[in-house]
């Protein structure tokens, strides 16, 4: 899929049409163009609210940014009801924020109240048949590239996401980890560094420092670290060291498997070094990675035994 985002990284329809464009104020005289003949082509979310409504003030511009993000894939229609109060009692609105979702000319899901954001998400969804937007689009293709060693190219896709949506938490981790896997792991430190208190406890974030903090442990030859763990398998320096090159040479789950060994042969070694190197992994990889869950139930067992 190809990623639909202009110079300034606001997302575009597949038309070419700007978001922004796809949200718009109405009243009862263009109710029917607006909102029942436009649902026939494209579903259609309208917004009833008023200037003296305080949850209005975060509801709206929340349900703005994802009809943004979704870019072409649903529309918008907001309606002031002090001036449509007509339209409201046709409604049936009796507070406000009221939201209808509108297809094929008819009101097919509503909800009032302000509601948090993963449920809005969630109410776009079911409205749209699961389409995704070209911001998660873009954050997928940028995963995959990074993830297939082109890490310039997917610091590319990061950065136009981050344009759209500057605390993109994926995106800003994603960045991150770009810069690591370029070898410039001062500029990954700076950057990491520089975001906001809420931001660095955020879990995609955390998991980026972990990353961060593996890249310099490594760099050691992993065939004669190898060959000195061969000779001598108690060596418990020569098993984490070997680890951690594993580790930066790309093979993740070689690296778990000598440093679960660690602690299966010595636990306490180095403070519990070896289980505390897992954490980072596990972190690095992400809580829900098939080889971290895994690991994690083995060094479960290693510890509890």
């Not at 960045?175 to 990954?188: E, F, N």
């Not at 560094?193 to 995609?204: N, P, R, W, Y």
């Amino acid at each position: 899929m190809d990623i639909l985002l202009d110079n300034d990284g606001t997302p575009v329809s597949a038309g070419g049409t700007p978001a922004g464009d796809l949200i718009k104020d109405s009243d009862l005289n263009g109710f029917t163009t607006d909102v029942l003949e436009a649902s026939r082509s494209v579903p259609v979310i309208v917004d009833f609210w008023a200037p003296w409504c305080e949850p209005c003030k975060t509801l709206g511009p929340a349900l703005e940014k994802i009809v943004k993000q979704m870019a072409g894939a649903v529309r918008m229609v907001k309606i002031n009801v002090d001036e449509n109060q007509n339209l409201a009692a046709q409604m049936r609105v009796q507070s406000v924020p009221t939201v209808y979702a509108f297809k094929d000319g008819q009101p097919v899901d509503a909800f009032q109240g302000a509601v948090p954001e993963s449920q809005l998400r969630a109410f776009v969804d079911k409205l749209t048949d699961g389409a995704q937007s070209p911001l998660e689009a873009a954050l997928e293709q940028a995963k995959a590239l990074l993830d297939g060693g082109d890490p310039q190219n997917a610091a590319s896709l990061y950065n136009q996401v981050l344009q759209a949506e500057p605390e993109q938490v994926a995106a800003l981790a994603g960045l991150a980890r770009c810069l690591i896997a370029s070898g410039d792991t001062d500029a990954a430190a700076s950057f990491l560094d520089g975001l906001s208190d809420k931001l660095k406890m955020m879990s995609e974030i955390q998991a980026a420092r972990s990353a961060l903090d593996l890249a310099g442990t490594g760099g050691g030859d992993v065939a004669a670290l190898q060959a000195k763990l061969d000779s001598n398998p108690d060596d418990n320096d020569a098993r984490f060291d070997l680890a951690n090159s594993l580790y930066a040479a790309g093979d993740a789950e070689a690296a778990i498997e000598q440093l679960l060994d660690l602690v299966k042969r010595d636990r306490g070694w180095n403070e519990e070094a070896g289980r505390k190197q897992l954490v980072k992994l596990f972190e690095t990889l992400g809580h829900t990675h098939p080889t971290t869950v895994a690991a994690r139930k083995r060094l479960s067992t290693l510890l509890f035994s």
